[in-house]
């Protein structure tokens, strides 16, 4: 016998904040390559968990003098160390009751295209679930209009993970659509990826789960990738140092996410001639030396979909965690997208 009690409370002690559990009926009308049957069949239960991401990874980048933090604490050893450890825990606490656990890897589908079904009736490897809505058919939250998944303990502030189980577990209670997100559009007017539509451009996404209908915005992730990656100007002082006459206005570009990914990421990890100009041998600097420091490298800071929405969140009070003060404490910056690198406000 396991409860779902006891499994969020494990959850709890091994390092999640929030815990969540869908039946297995909530996925239907995934897309086959996402929906997490085809992982575990026999699965009866997909488990959410979360960790937040503290307010004050946000700090140095509000300020303008400190980005690294970013990129070490609110992405990568938070996706790929704290977070699995908690997941990875639960899956063998789960696994001495008695039932598989599988904890599920953070890939996405988009970038892996499938190839050949290796039984007939089944997708081709890899199928990877959407997480975000996975966590919404666990009931942990819902999507904010800017896609990013939203909890009324922590606003936008948090990354999730996935366990399924065939132990049977009593599903959460599912978050009603805009509890959080009250379509307030700051994340639209504070994105510097220009990529978050209005609501009334009716760019619209929407999901269907039991007797629930959640919608989000349907995001430009091409610009929102070079954006997050340190391809603009108006979000990234590093690039202005690196490629100061470069001109490119990110609200023209109309690339894909894997062409934006494709192109970021291998610009980031690209080596060119020392000369007197630029002399360190890297084409972008500060993304090479996170992209082999760390792995992973992020420039945007969420301006628009996580600051300004947890600053809305707060202040509208529908978000749980409080905080003695305000976390905006000056204007906000904005770079100059003509290439200076000197910071001005908004
Ligand atoms: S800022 Fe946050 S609360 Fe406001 S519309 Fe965007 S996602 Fe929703
Ligand atoms: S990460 Fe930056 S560019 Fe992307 S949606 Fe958020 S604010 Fe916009």
Known sequence: MLTAQQVKEYAKSAGADLCGVANMERFDGAPEQMDPRHIFPEAKSAIVLARRIPRGVYRGIEEGTHWSNYTFYGYNRLNTWLLPKAQYETSCFIEDH????????????????????????????????????????????EMGWSKVFMTKEFGP????????????????PLVEPNTVCNLCMECVDYCTGHCIPHIR??????????????RWGDVDMG?????????????????????PGLRMD???????????????????RATWRKTPEFP??????????MMFGVGYYAVCGARGCIRQCM???????????????????KPMWLLDPAGNASLKED
């Not at 599988?102 to 199928?127: C, D, I, K, L």
């Not at 929102?224 to 108006?234: A, F, I, M, R």
Request: overall charge negative.
């Open 98 to 141: 008695g039932f598989e656990a599988t904890p599920v890897y953070p890939g996405v589908a988009e970038a892996e295209p499938s190839s050949a079904p290796r039984r007939e009736g089944q997708p081709g490897p890899n199928v990877y679930p959407n997480i975000r809505i996975a966590a919404v058919a666990a009931g942990v939250g």
């Open 223 to 243: 610009k929102c990738t070079l954006t997050h990656h340190g391809l603009n100007k108006e979000a990234s002082p590093f690039l202005a140092l690196d490629c």
């Open 311 to 329: 600053i809305s969140c707060e202040e509208g009070g529908r978000v749980e965690q409080t905080f003695h003060n305000e976390f905006r404490k």
């Open 157 to 172: 502030r948090q990354r999730l993970c996935m366990i399924l189980t065939d132990a049977e577990l009593e599903p959460d």
């Open 201 to 214: 451009e009716g760019k619209v996404v929407e999901i269907q789960i039991e007797d629930k209908t959640y």
């Open 280 to 289: 360190t041998g890297h084409v972008l600097d500060y993304a090479y030396t």
């Open 250 to 268: 990110v609200s023209e570009q109309e690339c894909s996410e894997e062409e934006a990914y494709k192109l970021t990421h291998s610009v980031g």
